[in-house]
Nanobody, 124 residues
């Protein structure tokens, strides 16, 4: 059973940066990709970014393009999310997930494993 552990969340002022990490307990040989989702207060969980486990191709939500960067360390079974120029609208619980089925990156049903989430709060 794959377990995902996120870290790196916290409170930060607008314009600041944070780096989230997500480590898998198992090798992800058969995974399509790893991704980050987030759930803002009072809203549904939404796609943030994805990186293909095999070839490193990335995909981003429009709201984070140019500010967030997803990367992976295959040897460490870890995915990262570098978040720059944060604003209050980025406040959310951030979850990492393993995409285990093909299809749309935005379809949460395509992801077989989820982390417990890490809180990111952007406030002055």
């Amino acid at each position: 059973q794959v377990q995902l552990v996120e870290s790196g969340g916290g409170s930060i002022q607008p314009g600041g940066s944070l780096r989230l990490s997500c480590a898998s307990s198992e090798h992800l040989y058969s995974a399509y990709a790893m991704a980050w989702f987030r759930q803002p207060p009072g809203k549904e969980r939404e796609f943030v970014a994805l990186v293909s486990w095999m070839n490193g191709i990335t995909n981003y939500a429009d709201s984070v393009k140019g500010r967030f960067t997803i990367s992976k360390d295959t040897a460490k079974n870890t995915v990262y999310l570098q978040m720059n120029n944060l604003n209050p609208e980025d406040t959310a619980v951030y979850y990492c997930a393993v995409k285990t089925q093909g299809g749309s990156d935005f379809n949460q049903g395509r992801y077989g494993y989820w982390g417990q989430g890490t809180q990111v709060t952007v406030s002055s």
